[in-house]
Protein backbone atom coordinates (compact mmCIF):
# COMPACT_ATOMS: atom_id res chain seq x y z
CA UNK A 1 0.00 0.00 0.00
CA UNK A 2 1.30 3.49 -0.83
CA UNK A 3 2.27 6.07 2.02
CA UNK A 4 -0.54 8.39 1.36
CA UNK A 5 -3.32 5.60 1.31
CA UNK A 6 -1.96 4.22 4.09
CA UNK A 7 -1.87 6.93 6.27
CA UNK A 8 -5.51 7.52 5.10
CA UNK A 9 -6.44 4.45 6.73
CA UNK A 10 -4.31 5.12 9.90
CA UNK A 11 -6.27 8.36 10.41
CA UNK A 12 -9.47 6.79 10.25
CA UNK A 13 -8.69 3.70 12.46
CA UNK A 14 -6.92 6.59 14.72
CA UNK A 15 -10.50 8.78 14.75
CA UNK A 16 -12.75 5.81 14.94
CA UNK A 17 -10.95 4.53 17.76
CA UNK A 18 -12.41 1.07 18.66
CA UNK A 19 -15.36 1.38 17.45
CA UNK A 20 -16.60 -0.73 15.37
CA UNK A 21 -18.68 2.20 13.32
CA UNK A 22 -17.95 6.01 13.44
CA UNK A 23 -21.24 7.75 14.11
CA UNK A 24 -21.31 10.79 11.69
CA UNK A 25 -22.44 12.70 14.73
CA UNK A 26 -19.54 12.25 16.47
CA UNK A 27 -17.48 12.28 13.44
CA UNK A 28 -18.45 16.15 12.66
CA UNK A 29 -17.64 16.41 16.28
CA UNK A 30 -13.59 15.29 15.94
CA UNK A 31 -13.58 17.39 12.70
CA UNK A 32 -14.87 20.43 14.34
CA UNK A 33 -13.01 20.45 16.76
CA UNK A 34 -9.62 19.10 14.95
CA UNK A 35 -10.73 22.81 12.80
CA UNK A 36 -10.10 25.26 15.29
CA UNK A 37 -7.09 27.71 15.03
CA UNK A 38 -5.61 29.12 18.35
CA UNK A 39 -7.50 31.41 19.44
CA UNK A 40 -10.68 28.39 19.65
CA UNK A 41 -12.25 29.87 16.42
CA UNK A 42 -13.36 27.27 13.52
CA UNK A 43 -11.09 27.46 10.23
CA UNK A 44 -12.14 24.91 8.81
CA UNK A 45 -15.29 22.50 8.36
CA UNK A 46 -18.45 23.16 10.51
CA UNK A 47 -20.19 20.75 12.91
CA UNK A 48 -22.88 21.33 9.97
CA UNK A 49 -20.89 20.97 7.29
CA UNK A 50 -19.66 17.52 7.79
CA UNK A 51 -23.26 16.55 9.10
CA UNK A 52 -24.98 18.12 6.11
CA UNK A 53 -22.42 16.07 3.59
CA UNK A 54 -23.17 12.92 5.17
CA UNK A 55 -26.93 13.61 5.83
CA UNK A 56 -29.28 9.98 5.89
CA UNK A 57 -26.29 8.17 7.45
CA UNK A 58 -25.78 7.21 10.95
CA UNK A 59 -22.69 6.12 10.22
CA UNK A 60 -19.15 6.86 7.92
CA UNK A 61 -17.08 3.96 5.84
CA UNK A 62 -13.36 4.59 5.04
CA UNK A 63 -15.08 5.60 1.88
CA UNK A 64 -17.17 8.49 2.87
CA UNK A 65 -13.96 9.65 5.14
CA UNK A 66 -11.96 9.45 1.84
CA UNK A 67 -14.65 11.27 0.08
CA UNK A 68 -14.59 14.23 3.12
CA UNK A 69 -10.54 14.07 2.66
CA UNK A 70 -10.75 14.73 -0.65
CA UNK A 71 -13.19 17.22 -0.74
CA UNK A 72 -11.34 19.51 1.87
CA UNK A 73 -7.79 18.57 0.31
CA UNK A 74 -5.57 20.92 -1.87
CA UNK A 75 -5.43 20.02 -5.27
CA UNK A 76 -1.98 18.65 -4.71
CA UNK A 77 -2.71 16.34 -1.44
CA UNK A 78 -6.26 14.80 -4.27
CA UNK A 79 -3.93 14.32 -6.32
CA UNK A 80 -1.18 12.40 -4.40
CA UNK A 81 -3.97 10.14 -2.93
CA UNK A 82 -5.70 9.38 -6.71
CA UNK A 83 -2.39 8.65 -8.06
CA UNK A 84 -1.65 6.41 -4.97
CA UNK A 85 -4.72 4.42 -5.41
CA UNK A 86 -4.56 4.16 -9.24
CA UNK A 87 -0.88 2.45 -8.64
CA UNK A 88 -2.01 -0.14 -6.65
CA UNK A 89 -4.70 -1.17 -9.28
CA UNK A 90 -2.80 -0.67 -11.89
CA UNK A 91 -0.40 -3.87 -13.09
CA UNK A 92 3.18 -1.84 -13.75
CA UNK A 93 2.05 -0.81 -17.54
CA UNK A 94 0.82 2.81 -16.41
CA UNK A 95 -2.81 2.19 -17.60
CA UNK A 96 -6.50 0.47 -16.09
CA UNK A 97 -8.55 -1.07 -18.03
CA UNK A 98 -12.68 -1.84 -17.56
CA UNK A 99 -12.00 -3.90 -14.79
CA UNK A 100 -9.04 -2.13 -12.38
CA UNK A 101 -11.74 0.82 -12.77
CA UNK A 102 -14.17 -1.52 -11.24
CA UNK A 103 -11.93 -2.29 -8.56
CA UNK A 104 -10.54 1.83 -7.94
CA UNK A 105 -13.94 3.03 -7.82
CA UNK A 106 -15.16 0.06 -5.80
CA UNK A 107 -11.54 1.10 -2.85
CA UNK A 108 -13.04 4.86 -3.64
CA UNK A 109 -16.41 3.87 -2.60
CA UNK A 110 -18.25 3.99 -5.28
CA UNK A 111 -19.98 0.73 -7.22
CA UNK A 112 -19.90 0.38 -10.90
CA UNK A 113 -20.47 -2.46 -13.43
CA UNK A 114 -18.80 -2.45 -16.49
CA UNK A 115 -20.80 -0.75 -18.72
CA UNK A 116 -20.52 2.08 -16.48
CA UNK A 117 -16.68 1.59 -16.48
CA UNK A 118 -16.21 1.37 -20.50
CA UNK A 119 -18.51 4.26 -21.26
CA UNK A 120 -15.95 6.02 -18.19
CA UNK A 121 -12.91 4.65 -20.38
CA UNK A 122 -14.29 5.56 -23.66
CA UNK A 123 -14.99 9.24 -22.55
CA UNK A 124 -12.35 10.14 -21.02
CA UNK A 125 -9.76 8.03 -23.20
CA UNK A 126 -7.97 10.93 -25.42
CA UNK A 127 -6.42 8.04 -27.39
CA UNK A 128 -9.22 5.95 -27.68
CA UNK A 129 -6.96 2.60 -26.75
CA UNK A 130 -9.78 1.30 -24.25
CA UNK A 131 -7.40 2.04 -21.59
CA UNK A 132 -7.10 5.10 -19.07
CA UNK A 133 -3.46 6.48 -18.02
CA UNK A 134 -2.71 8.44 -14.92
CA UNK A 135 -3.30 11.45 -15.98
CA UNK A 136 -6.69 10.73 -18.19
CA UNK A 137 -7.74 9.38 -14.82
CA UNK A 138 -6.96 12.16 -12.64
CA UNK A 139 -9.05 14.55 -15.32
CA UNK A 140 -12.04 12.03 -15.41
CA UNK A 141 -11.88 12.05 -10.59
CA UNK A 142 -10.92 15.34 -10.42
CA UNK A 143 -13.94 16.16 -12.22
CA UNK A 144 -16.48 14.17 -10.90
CA UNK A 145 -14.70 13.94 -7.64
CA UNK A 146 -17.66 13.54 -5.31
CA UNK A 147 -19.45 10.59 -7.18
Known sequence: MKSAVKELY????????????LSVEV???KVQGLSRDSQGR????????????????????FSDYL??????????EVKKVLTDFFQ???ND????????????EEKLGRKIDRDEASSIIKEWDSNAEG????DAY???????ICK
Open 10 to 21: HDFEEIKGRNKR
Open 27 to 29: FAR
Open 42 to 61: SNASSYDDVTNMFKGKDSIE
Open 67 to 76: KFVLKVSSDD
Open 88 to 90: EVE
Open 93 to 104: NGFIKIDELIKL
Open 131 to 134: KLDL
Open 138 to 144: LMYKTNN
